[in-house]
């Protein structure tokens, strides 16, 4: 069976640093992979996703980068956080159309 | 824009009685799927239910079922025999652009179940 995994499960960082989250996904090859971000109270807004090894597509502007080494491995970056950047992050996989989630990091910058 | 309208920010329903959760969207597309999430207080998205638009025939899973209009774009959740581990956020998401389309989440339905 399939499984994803995220790590870290909670990061406090102050603003201006670096930030590198990571999702890794088991049990499948070639899936689609997605970052979200989930704001306090709010649904979830789509960052990132990716297709293949090097396909990144970006849905919002921001102060975040993904890659896609391997595989099965998805990482969302940042060069200096901001305090907007706080929230739930969020990675899921597909292969067609249902979307399966990961336990979520919850990232607050101070 | 393609919208996702959940109108009930919160609802509160008794153990064993059965609740309906409502979602209106707003597409253009005439053939995309439709799903419901449940995220619990530990935040863990779970995929409840799905709906293929091009079925006439409503999803059920177990005591999870929706009822879709199509033409009125309308694709309510409602839970029979509600359970205490039903409490949670409750998300509508379609997805259009087939499975290399994203979805677009509700801002979600807040659902306690009270003993």
């Known amino acids: 069976s399939q499984t994803i995994h995220q790590w870290p499960a909670t990061l406090v960082q102050p603003v201006g640093s670096p930030l590198s989250l990571e999702c890794t996904v088991e049990?499948?090859?070639?899936?689609?992979l997605y970052w979200y971000r989930q704001a306090a109270g709010r649904g979830l807004q789509l960052l990132f996703y990716s297709v293949g090894i090097g396909q990144i597509s970006s849905e919002v502007p921001q102060n975040l980068s993904a890659s896609r080494p391997q595989d099965r491995q998805f990482i969302l970056s940042s060069k200096k956080l901001l305090l907007s950047d706080s929230g739930f992050y969020l990675c899921?996989?597909?292969?067609?159309?249902?979307?399966?989630f990961g336990p979520g990091t919850r990232l607050t910058v101070t | 824009a393609q919208t996702v309208t959940q109108s009930q920010p919160e609802m509160s329903v008794q153990e064993a009685e059965t609740v309906t959760l409502s979602c209106t969207y707003d597409?253009?597309?005439?053939?995309?799927?439709l799903f419901w999430y449940k995220q619990p207080p530990s935040r863990q998205m779970i995929l409840v239910i799905r709906?293929?638009?091009?079925?006439?025939q409503n999803a059920t899973e177990n005591r999870f079922s929706v009822n879709f209009q199509k033409a009125a774009k309308s694709f309510s959740l409602k839970i029979s025999d509600s359970q205490l581990g039903d409490t949670a956020m409750y998300f509508c998401?379609?997805?259009?652009?087939?499975?290399?389309?994203?979805?677009?989440f509700g801002k979600g339905t807040k659902l306690s179940v009270k003993p």
């Open positions: 049990g499948t090859s070639n899936p689609n």
């Open positions: 709906q293929e638009a091009y079925k006439q």
């Open positions: 899921a996989w597909s292969l067609a159309d249902e979307q399966y």
């Open positions: 597409t253009s597309e005439s053939n995309y799927y």
């Open positions: 998401a379609p997805l259009y652009g087939g499975s290399q389309g994203n979805l677009i």
